[in-house]
């Protein structure tokens, strides 16, 4: 299980753009839970993501994974138990680097790196089987350069990378916003695949209410830095578009972006 317990985070704390981000913020995630994220923006959802990461130091509260206090733990000490999708294809793979290469970095993700041999003929192998089940050819193009790729394959490639090394928790930060609807469609049902075989605890961030509905066992709606909203199974299964609609105006001060209305 993963706990964050009376979360705070603040950015340029004392002076006049202090912002509150995340405000005592709790929640337990169990083994296996895929959580949706919907809020308005600002709500403080990729905040949050971060603070789990450990790319955001908390101002107070506390944060636990598999029985382990990481509050204090750095990012790169986290990294053995996260895998990370960002909204920006290119964020996710070094460009100058071949899919081999890329992939077998986040083979080790959380070790140390010695001055062994980069990419291994047996890796090679685990490579390929992992690249062949995307049906985009890559098993073929371990040699060729990330940059190489489109963006929804640099995204498929990175989806791959994250869970190469099971990771306890996998955070999605609105991986298919950037792109066209057709490969935000293949990604998301790649997406489905890889948690549902690999069992993976996910919190997927998205604006598309539909996702938001649509996927995962467990919805939660923030606002404010706060959760105002976590529904699960049959009560998940039974809202609709227009619940989530009523519940960001019954707050007032919500704004419900375009992208959040046309998703």
């Given at each position: 299980m993963?706990?964050?317990q009376?979360v705070?985070?603040y950015?340029?704390r004392g002076?006049?753009?202090?912002v509150?981000?995340?405000?005592?913020?709790?929640i337990d995630?169990?083994?296996?839970?895929?959580?949706?994220?919907?809020?308005?923006?600002?709500?403080g959802?990729s905040?949050?993501?971060?603070?789990?990461?450990g790319t955001?130091?908390?101002?107070?509260?506390?944060?636990?994974?598999?029985?382990?206090?990481?509050t204090?733990?750095?990012?790169h000490?986290r990294?053995r138990?996260?895998?990370r999708?960002?909204?920006?294809?290119?964020?996710?793979?070094?460009?100058?680097?071949?899919?081999?290469?890329?992939m077998?970095?986040?083979?080790?993700?959380g070790?140390?790196?010695g001055?062994?041999r980069?990419v291994k003929?047996?890796?090679?192998e685990v490579f390929?089987?992992?690249?062949?089940?995307l049906?985009?050819?890559?098993?073929?193009?371990?040699q060729?350069r990330a940059?190489?790729l489109s963006?929804?394959?640099?995204?498929a490639l990175?989806?791959?990378?994250?869970?190469?090394?099971r990771p306890?928790?996998?955070?999605l930060?609105?991986?298919?916003a950037?792109l066209?609807?057709?490969?935000a469609?293949?990604?998301?049902?790649?997406t489905?695949?890889?948690v549902t075989?690999?069992?993976?605890?996910t919190?997927?961030?998205?604006?598309?209410?539909?996702q938001?509905?649509?996927?995962?066992n467990?919805?939660?709606?923030m606002?404010?830095?706060?959760i105002?909203?976590?529904?699960r199974?049959?009560?998940?299964?039974g809202?609709?578009?227009e619940?989530l609609?009523?519940?960001f105006q019954?707050?007032?001060?919500a704004?419900?972006s375009?992208?959040?209305l046309?998703g």
């Amino acid at each position: 299980m993963i706990s964050a317990q009376t979360v705070n985070k603040y950015f340029h704390r004392g002076s006049v753009n202090e912002v509150h981000s995340i405000r005592d913020l709790s929640i337990d995630i169990e083994q296996g839970d895929f959580i949706t994220i919907i809020g308005s923006n600002g709500a403080g959802k990729s905040t949050f993501l971060s603070c789990l990461a450990g790319t955001h130091a908390l101002d107070s509260g506390s944060i636990t994974m598999a029985g382990t206090d990481v509050t204090r733990w750095p990012e790169h000490k986290r990294a053995r138990f996260i895998g990370r999708v960002f909204q920006d294809p290119l964020m996710g793979t070094c460009a100058s680097g071949s899919i081999a290469q890329n992939m077998a970095l986040a083979l080790k993700r959380g070790q140390r790196r010695g001055l062994s041999r980069g990419v291994k003929p047996a890796d090679r192998e685990v490579f390929r089987e992992r690249l062949r089940v995307l049906g985009l050819g890559l098993e073929d193009r371990l040699q060729d350069r990330a940059g190489l790729l489109s963006g929804g394959q640099r995204q498929a490639l990175t989806m791959v990378m994250a869970t190469l090394v099971r990771p306890e928790l996998l955070l999605l930060d609105e991986h298919t916003a950037a792109l066209d609807p057709k490969t935000a469609a293949q990604i998301l049902e790649l997406t489905r695949n890889i948690v549902t075989a690999h069992g993976l605890t996910t919190l997927m961030v998205t604006h598309n209410m539909h996702q938001a509905l649509t996927l995962g066992n467990r919805l939660i709606m923030m606002h404010r830095g706060r959760i105002i909203l976590d529904v699960r199974g049959e009560q998940k299964a039974g809202l609709t578009v227009e619940d989530l609609l009523e519940k960001f105006q019954s707050q007032g001060d919500a704004e419900i972006s375009d992208r959040m209305l046309l998703g």
